[in-house]
């Protein structure tokens, strides 16, 4: 007994106090839980039916995505859970060849991760939805995937289904102790096995059944999880229809109960609803955190899911149109340039005429794709009209403002090379709807310069401004223009292209040498320090969440990571390399490129006296060419840059030829016989010393 009586009210006073701070000893209040379901061959537009009340919800009030997977080959779910499990976070799928990234991340923060569910057929198992959440070894921390989750039905191919009430009660038995969860339903991939086995309508019936049960599993899971509980459907593989949707684009859904509705959406993409495989990763990691609730306003936009699959839906309308109308274009403009070497020794005038014709619209035609993309046309006789007619007018338009043919070229070359620049000032619109721009559906680029208009805007503001860099009265300033062109390209809010940017400065540099030694020397100080200048700027005003090309670039610099320097030129030189092999006209452009450098090297850089209009012409075809070995190397797709840089000079080139005094290769072949004999005779003579 305690006698003292200040003892006891002491006791009585402050123990209840510290009683109710002191943490219970036994039980834990949850955590954040992912419920991460994955469904196949399905699409929005198969939600948006009251049939399945739960998924309608979610399509409407839900936050809705689109990530993009590269995989090589055709899209299987198979390739997709490798590729998502495999991508960095903010690139795309396999770039660094990695495997278990989510799995991996997920258990370095002590996260348990549990899968259910197959999709097995009766002559193959298959549970590969397993590797979208496996760690490097291919383990989860437990699995439930063997026959029972399973339940016979012979009315449904092959005689046994999914048993939707059995993966329920094991879904809300392990959420207590287990932070992701990934369900494999199963039951589409099956349907789309047996699919050839039965009718359409048969095959409606039974995907209409199976959606609404899984409809019905999702409702329940959502109606007994608290607010921390969040389910994520990811269609592994989108239903295969011509309408787009068999690109590598795949629906993601949450209902996140503390979240309100929007896009999901990532610094990776700068595209509302659009997000990368490794933005994925990095989205569980943060719906598994300690406080998921700031996870929205990081990850969300505003948007509805109908203006994400119209979007989708442009998408691939426009990269059939690219694939079709590009590979025409290449395919007519080298024709045109080979017909173009012989047609002056044939006596074919009327197709030497009209070939000249023809060679500066697909000189104009980069400019008119630029200039018609906000029309966003999707209708095919009626894009191919404004190409041809917008081309030919633009031409006739250049003609009209300037005396000779030439200097047309070179009023084309400017102004192409103006809008460009001003399309990356405004955020890159125009580039985004090109058909020559970058494409979301592969993947490689979603905002800022991309390679295509990378060569074109090398070669056009080379070709077009490298006279005036060096004779105008304020040359002076040449340097600073440069340097300031250099930074709008390697912005992460310009061009974000770190390799366009080093190939640009180092063009400045070319520039600049041909300047006489004073006004070099001040030039070069300029451009240092604009770049100096500009780089400390975007090193250090960076915002959060913002990346690109060049502060990776400086950061892995910065930290001296020389192994992951290596590791991104290799990556470069096999994609470029991959790229070259791709196709006959890779090699076939290297070794024009090749021969062009040699020609200028032979030649020299002296001007020719006779020729003083072409002046403008040799002194940027010359830095031109010599830039696009830079580019080439400095590039993931340098060949791709170096094309427009070889391409546009022999635009030029042949049309100077073709306008020259038609003489037969019959009549050349004479003279130069005839030539021969004279200089025979005049040796044989030794009374002749001239």
């Not at 549990?114 to 590797?131: E, I, T, Y």
């Not at 608290?226 to 859904?253: E, H, Q, R, W, Y």
């Not at 994925?280 to 996870?295: C, G, H, R, W």
């Amino acid at each position: 007994m305690i006698k003292n009586k200040g003892c006891r009210w002491f006791i009585f006073l402050f123990l209840p106090a510290v009683l109710a701070l002191s943490p219970p000893v036994t039980g834990q209040a949850p955590g954040a839980r992912l419920v991460l379901v994955n469904v196949t061959r399905v699409d929005f537009t198969d939600f948006n039916t009251a049939d399945y009340p739960y998924l309608q919800r979610l399509l409407t009030e839900g936050q809705v995505g689109l990530a993009v997977v590269r995989v090589a080959g055709r899209l299987t779910p198979e390739k997709v859970y490798l590729a998502l499990n495999g991508a960095s976070a903010g690139g795309g799928a396999g770039e660094e060849n990695a495997s278990g990234v989510i799995g991996s991340r997920l258990r370095q923060a002590g996260k348990r991760t549990a899968f259910l569910g197959n999709a097995d057929l009766p002559w193959r198992p298959n549970r590969s939805a397993k590797n979208l959440l496996s760690d490097a070894y291919g383990a989860v921390d437990e699995e439930i995937s063997d026959q029972r989750i399973l339940r016979a039905d012979p009315a449904f191919p092959f005689g046994f289904r999914t048993d939707y009430e059995r993966l329920g009660d094991l879904v809300l038995a392990l959420l207590p102790t287990t932070d992701v969860i990934l369900v494999e339903t199963g039951d589409l991939e099956r349907l789309e096995a047996y699919r050839g086995l039965m009718t359409d309508a048969q095959w409606q019936r039974h995907r209409a059944a199976t959606l609404a049960r899984i409809d019905a599993f999702l409702a329940r899971i959502s109606a007994a999880t608290s607010g921390k509980t969040t389910i994520l459907l990811l269609a592994a593989a989108p239903m295969a229809t011509v309408d787009g949707n068999d690109f590598p684009v795949l629906p993601l859904l949450i209902d996140r109960k503390r979240g309100g509705p929007g896009l999901l959406t990532s610094p990776s993409t700068r595209q509302p609803g659009l997000l990368t495989a490794g933005d994925l990763a990095v989205l569980i990691a943060d719906l598994t955190s300690e406080m998921p609730e700031k996870t929205s306003a990081i990850w969300t936009t505003g948007g509805d899911w109908s203006r994400l699959q119209e979007e989708r839906l442009y998408w691939g309308i426009n990269l059939r149109q690219r694939m079709l109308i590009l590979r025409l274009y290449i395919y007519l403009l080298i024709f045109l340039l080979f017909l173009a070497l012989w047609l002056p020794l044939t006596p074919w005038h009327r197709i030497t005429t009209l070939t000249r014709a023809v060679l500066p619209a697909l000189a104009v035609f980069p400019l008119t794709m630029l200039l018609m993309a906000p029309l966003r046309i999707t209708h095919w006789p009626l894009l191919v009209l404004l190409l041809f007619l917008g081309s030919g007018g633009l031409w006739v338009l250049f003609r009209r403002l300037v005396p000779t043919r030439l200097l047309a070229y070179r009023g084309l070359f400017i102004a192409t090379a103006l809008v460009i620049l001003v399309d990356l000032l405004f955020g890159a619109k125009l580039m985004q709807s090109s058909l020559l721009g970058p494409s979301p559906v592969l993947g490689h680029r979603f905002y800022g310069l991309g390679n295509e208009y990378l060569g074109v805007l090398l070669a056009t503001f080379l070709l077009g401004t490298a006279g005036f860099l060096l004779h105008v009265p304020w040359r002076k300033w040449s340097g600073f223009l440069l340097g300031t062109l250099v930074l709008l390209v390697v912005s992460p809010r310009g061009g974000a292209n770190f390799g366009g940017g080093v190939a640009l400065s180092y063009a400045a540099v070319l520039i600049i040498r041909r300047l006489k030694p004073v006004a070099a020397r001040w030039n070069l100080i300029l451009f240092s320090c604009c770049l100096l200048a500009g780089l400390g700027l975007q090193l250090f005003g960076i915002g959060a969440g913002e990346t690109s090309h060049l502060h990776n670039a400086l950061r892995l610099l910065r930290l001296g990571a020389w192994e992951q320097i290596a590791t991104i030129a290799g990556r470069k030189i096999r994609m470029n390399l991959g790229l070259i092999t791709y196709s006959l006209w890779g090699p076939i452009l290297l070794l024009v490129y090749v021969i062009i450098l040699i020609g200028w090297r032979v030649r020299g850089e002296e001007a020719d006296p006779a020729k003083p209009e072409l002046e403008w012409y040799r002194q940027g075809a010359s830095i031109a060419a010599k830039t696009g070995l830079v580019a080439f190397l400095a590039n993931d797709s340098g060949i791709v840059v170096l094309a427009p840089l070889v391409l546009y000079p022999l635009i030029v080139l042949a049309d100077r030829w073709l306008g020259r005094e038609r003489r037969s290769l019959f009549a050349l072949l004479k003279q130069a016989g005839r030539r021969c004999v004279g200089i025979e005779k005049n040796g044989s003579n030794p009374g002749r010393t001239g």
